[in-house]
């Protein structure tokens, strides 16, 4: 159980990062390079709201993390997965 607390903050740690990045307000950002940050994040709240409660810790940690990835392109990812 602690490990999950603990990879709940994480997750919660690299969605904080995101939306202070999207809130400084930068124009620069192109809309097409935000279509998949934003698909990732909604598949992951899309996974956490499911009506039963049952959702799987490693898809919404992996699709954040991969939203995390693309808007401070620290690596590339498979946006498709």
Excluded: C, W
């Amino acid at each position: 159980m602690q490990s999950e607390k603990l990879r709940l903050k994480k997750i919660q740690h690299l969605a904080y990062e995101i939306m202070d990045e999207m809130n400084k307000g930068n124009e620069g950002t192109q809309v097409e390079a935000l279509i998949p940050i934003i698909d990732n994040l909604s598949r992951a709240i899309g996974d956490l709201t499911d009506s039963y409660g049952k959702y799987s810790l490693d898809y919404v940690e992996e699709k954040v993390k991969n939203a995390h990835a693309l808007l401070f392109n620290k690596e590339k990812v498979d946006v498709y997965l």
